[in-house]
């Protein structure tokens, strides 16, 4: 990974690439969105992740996920949600001063639309945290020179009535393995931060043959 990824010359890089599609995105209502934490662990950047509790409801109990949830009538925008969500899961305050912008949506099985808020969270402390043991059963970080080697990466293909549907990123070896949604996410994040060194592994739907 290149060093210069925290940088202040790459955060003005990425604020600017996020620029359209933050103020775009903003403006819309969405579904849920969670905050990508961009940190440094121990001086090395890295990604921060949760591992959801495997007492909650729902198919998503025990993934790894990034901090966030649903929006609430209360939220302002998206980035509201994920900044007070992120607050409520993990006890971390983050400012709408560090976030940098806003990746593309994506989308669960529902059809309901997740919005991803890319921010950096700065040096952090993992003990520093205060996890909400109902929702959050661990909290790790992957460093990004981690995601980003080959070893490390895989990928997951779909089929639907028989024919193969679509290719999912999964990021292996790791404390826990990282995948949907959240591998989608991951991958949305890397393209970013590494242009021209992270090779996708999102592949879409192709129409079905005659």
Request: hydrophobic letters at 40%; one cysteine or more.
């Amino acid at each position: 990974m290149r060093p210069d990824c925290l940088s202040a010359e790459s955060e003005r890089r990425c604020r600017r690439l996020l620029a359209g599609s933050t103020a775009r995105l903003r403006a819309r209502p969405a579904a849920a969105a969670v905050l990508v934490p961009l940190c440094l662990a121990r001086g090395v950047p890295a990604l921060l992740y949760t591992l959801r509790s495997s007492r909650l409801a729902g198919r998503h109990k025990g993934d790894v996920s990034f901090p966030g949830g649903k929006s609430e009538p209360a939220d302002r925008d998206v980035v509201h949600t994920a900044l007070r969500e992120t607050q409520e899961e993990l006890g971390l305050a983050v400012s709408e001063e560090q976030v940098w912008g806003l990746l593309h949506p994506v989308f669960d099985q529902s059809k309901n639309s997740v919005v991803p808020v890319l921010a950096s969270v700065g040096p952090l402390d993992l003990q520093s945290l205060r996890p909400n043991s109902k929702e959050v059963d661990e909290v790790f970080v992957l460093p990004v020179d981690h995601l980003l080697q080959t070893q490390n990466q895989g990928y997951t293909h779909f089929c639907q009535g028989g024919h193969f549907s679509y290719t999912l990123p999964v990021f292996l070896h790791g404390p826990h393995r990282v995948w949907g949604l959240t591998a989608v996410i991951t991958e949305f994040t890397l393209q970013l931060l590494a242009p021209g060194t992270y090779q996708p592994r999102l592949v879409r739907p192709k129409p079905p043959r005659d």
